[in-house]
């Protein structure tokens, strides 16, 4: 289970930190142009904001515990994207854009599960 758990942040650490690192450096024009049309609703700053708050969090899920330094955050990124993606739902679900819900609910899954096994029986 821990190899299991390590494959899945890691996974859910390359996701978010490649979206969030395109949500900083990219304007919010470009990003409504490559589809993220839900950045309209948002400024450019809280667009860079949330890019830097998924960046943070994917890599919160593996550099604490690969350099054995506060490996408590491992578990509280994964909390932190719970928390992203529940405002991700909120968002896409009001926009009516059933597929990003979905991929949402998949990823707030994946992470609660980290969450779940780090805090748990899993710890470091």
């Known amino acids: 289970m821990n190899a299991l758990l390590w494959v899945i942040a890691v996974l859910l650490a390359v996701a978010f930190v490649a ?14 142009e490559t589809g993220l049309g839900w950045v309209e609703g948002f400024s450019a700053g809280n667009v860079k904001l949330i890019g830097a708050l998924d960046a943070l969090a994917g890599l919160g899920l593996v550099l604490p515990a690969l350099f054995d330094v506060a490996p408590v955050l491992v578990p ?19 926009r009516g854009e059933t597929p990003m819900v979905i991929a949402n609910l998949v990823l707030l899954v994946l992470a609660a599960v980290v969450a779940w096994g780090r805090f748990g029986p899993y710890a470091f």
Not at 19 to 32: D, F, N, W
């Open 76 to 94: 509280l990124a994964a909390v932190g994207i719970v928390l992203l993606m529940i405002g991700a739902i909120v968002v896409h679900g009001r």
């Open 19 to 32: 979206a969030g690192v395109m949500k900083i450096v990219q304007p919010k024009e470009k990003l409504i």
